[in-house]
């Protein structure tokens, strides 16, 4: 029982590449999210997705798009990266909205 | 005034001490309650989970909720190196938020070392 899985672990990108960032929960969970970290930021939703099929924008959503491939899997694509979105992304998932978040180890982006 | 609030620290105490973290919110809507444990390049990890006000207890670990006066706590006894991380609550209204969006709304954490 792996949890939350991210890839890749580290990326360094030149401003305006594209990349995505993989998540796969083997948890059989309803909702996954995408956070970001930055120091003296904390945590901060990018997007969710409730259920399958479906996925909302959170608190700093621009310059990002995600996909929810299936129930597993939650994708995090950054269509032309800028040094703005250097930082340590994380993956979450939850059964509902009653049961607490458990989260991937992240990925770590640099963007030059 | 920040929905919730917590002391970024640092906090460094010698090993075997009661540790005391807090976390103050202002959303009186807020029922679930969390503390989660990150070690330095991991993910957040969930250390205790609670709902409404009152005390549980695991192990070293106890958990606080006074929502009369939106104040959480986590006491860490006789504290070990291992502790050492940064402690992070969480806290949402769950199926009360109302709609469809789910809101956990989390603190900055707080570092902890605690020297052998």
């Known amino acids: 029982n792996a949890g939350v899985t991210q890839t890749p672990k580290f990326q360094v990108l030149k401003t305006g590449q594209s990349m995505t960032l993989q998540c796969a929960q083997d948890m059989n969970h309803n909702s996954m999210y995408w956070y970001r970290q930055d120091p003296g930021m904390g945590l901060r939703l990018i997007y969710y997705s409730a259920s399958e099929g479906t996925t909302d924008k959170g608190e700093v959503p621009n310059g990002y798009n995600v996909s929810r491939l299936n129930k597993r899997e939650f994708s995090l694509r950054l269509e032309s990266a800028a040094p703005s979105q250097t930082s340590v992304y994380f993956c979450a998932s939850h059964r509902d909205r009653d049961s607490p978040l458990h989260f991937g180890n992240g990925t770590r982006l640099t963007v030059t | ?116």
């Open chain 2, 1 to 116: 005034q920040k929905e919730v609030e917590q002391d970024p620290g640092p906090l460094s105490v010698p090993e075997g001490a009661i540790v005391s973290l807090n976390c103050t919110y202002s959303n009186s809507a807020f029922q679930y309650f969390m503390w989660y444990r990150q070690y330095s390049r991991k993910g957040p990890e969930l250390l205790m989970y609670t709902y409404s006000s009152g005390n549980k207890e695991d192990g070293r670990f106890t958990a606080q909720v006074d929502k009369s006066s939106k104040y959480i706590s986590l006491f860490i006894r006789d504290s070990q190196p291992s502790d050492s991380a940064t402690y992070l609550c969480a806290m949402s209204g769950g199926a009360y938020s109302g709609g469809s969006n789910y809101k956990l709304t989390f603190g900055k954490g707080t570092l902890l070392t605690v020297n052998p």
